[in-house]
């Protein structure tokens, strides 16, 4: 059983900053790539920024130059620093990674965590 728990959302105004955590726990033989999403209403399920074991890293143009993805090998853990928020990031960030487990280190899966809602006020 593998989980993925994020934390660090909340309400911000406009032009604050937040940091999002994603902590991977369970039988978790590697993970090869993690990942931030967001959904909203108004808006499907994109991809914000994704980072790889090896340090390699995209981001959607839309938050090029004010989110920074990194992460914690060590901790199986990614974070989002989210820098001059703009109403239009308001949505629920899930968690992403693509990994291997113990029992099977050569399959991989993808598991998603449950989202924690981001807001930012105008």
């Known amino acids: 059983q593998v989980q993925l728990v994020e934390s660090g959302g909340g309400l911000v105004q406009a032009g604050g900053s937040l940091r999002l955590s994603c902590a991977a726990s369970?039988?978790?033989?590697?993970?090869?790539?993690m990942a931030w999403y967001r959904e909203s209403p108004k808006k499907q399920r994109e991809l914000v920024a994704h980072i790889t074991s090896g340090a390699n890293i995209f981001y959607s143009d839309s938050v090029k130059g004010r989110f920074t993805i990194s992460r914690d090998n060590a901790k199986n853990t990614v974070f989002l620093q989210m820098n001059n928020l703009k109403p239009s990031d308001t949505a629920v960030y899930y968690c992403n990674a693509d990994l291997s487990l113990l029992s099977s280190p050569d399959e991989e899966y993808e598991v998603w965590g449950q989202g924690t809602q981001v807001t930012v006020s105008s």
């Open positions: 369970g039988s978790i033989f590697e993970i090869s790539a």
